[in-house]
């Protein structure tokens, strides 16, 4: 993908806690491509987060506290690009719910969730980006996470710019559209359940016979990467921007050097 020496708009950047507490390496590879796409990138430093949490567990007072803050720090932009579906879901699909009563707030949330978009469905639809000079040898499965498959709909997107990664080679998993356990606090709630959702994508994902696993959702990737290393599995875990931008591997695959 070549970078345009004319920007085509300005994106703010939604990094997500995930990303910015444990895995800066996704927001830069992000920026990175957003940029080469040809837009100016800015990551506003009164984003928090999504708020998610809260609205997952019925404290809505709270989530709309947060709703309110996030939509306050991301006026103004062309666009609002989000490395996961899951937060991009909740600013799409539920802060227009979660306001709707709300006079002053209402129309805000949905002018920001149409403004709002996750990052690969943004560089194939909005952007189209043609992908090229990236290469990955090895074998990949991809796993497709709840919010970003259900409410962003994202599916063909990240599977379309990983077609043009050179030496890549897709091998789709048996039910890749399965929970993977997580669920945000789901997992917390629910062990039990969750380790045997995870353990079954495990050995969905080994059945491929991939050395890698990719996502869009850092929640699922630490879920499924610590997995896989519990059950003592070869296969590393990335979030898909790394691998599109070309900087997989520089850092340690997610999870690795953790307990």
């Known amino acids: 993908m070549t970078e345009t020496t004319q920007s085509r708009g300005t994106v703010a950047l939604f990094a997500t806690c995930l990303v910015d507490l444990f895995r800066p390496s996704v927001g830069f590879a992000s920026a990175q491509l957003l940029e080469q796409a040809g ?6 430093e009164a984003q928090t987060c999504c708020g998610q949490p809260a609205y997952n567990n019925g404290d809505n007072q709270h989530a709309a506290v947060i709703a309110r803050q996030v939509i306050e720090a991301f006026r ?42 996750e990052l690969t469905r943004f560089l194939v639809e909005v ?40 030496g890549l080679e897709l091998r789709e998993m048996a039910d890749t559209d399965v929970c993977c356990g997580f669920g945000g606090t789901f997992c917390v709630k629910y062990p039990e ?39 003592d599995k070869p296969v590393r875990a990335y979030h898909v921007a790394e691998v599109l931008a070309g900087t997989a591997g520089r850092d340690a695959a997610i999870g690795e050097g953790e307990n």
């Open 39 to 44: 837009y100016t990138v800015d990551v506003p």
């Open 76 to 117: 103004g932009y062309d666009y609002v690009v989000v490395p996961s579906g899951s937060c991009g879901g909740t600013i799409t699909s539920h802060y227009p719910d979660l306001l709707r009563d709300d006079p002053q707030w209402a129309e805000a949330a949905r002018e920001l969730a149409g403004r709002t978009w």
């Open 127 to 166: 952007a189209k980006v043609e992908l090229s000079g990236v290469r990955r040898e090895g074998v990949t499965t991809y796993h497709d996470s709840c919010s970003g498959l259900r409410e962003m709909g994202i599916r063909d997107q990240p599977r379309a710019l990983l077609g043009a990664v050179e």
């Open 193 to 231: 359940i969750s380790e045997r959702l995870v353990s079954n994508k495990v050995d969905d994902i080994t059945a491929t016979g991939a050395d890698t696993v990719l996502a869009g959702d850092l929640g699922c990737l630490f879920n499924i990467a610590g997995r896989l290393q519990r059950l």
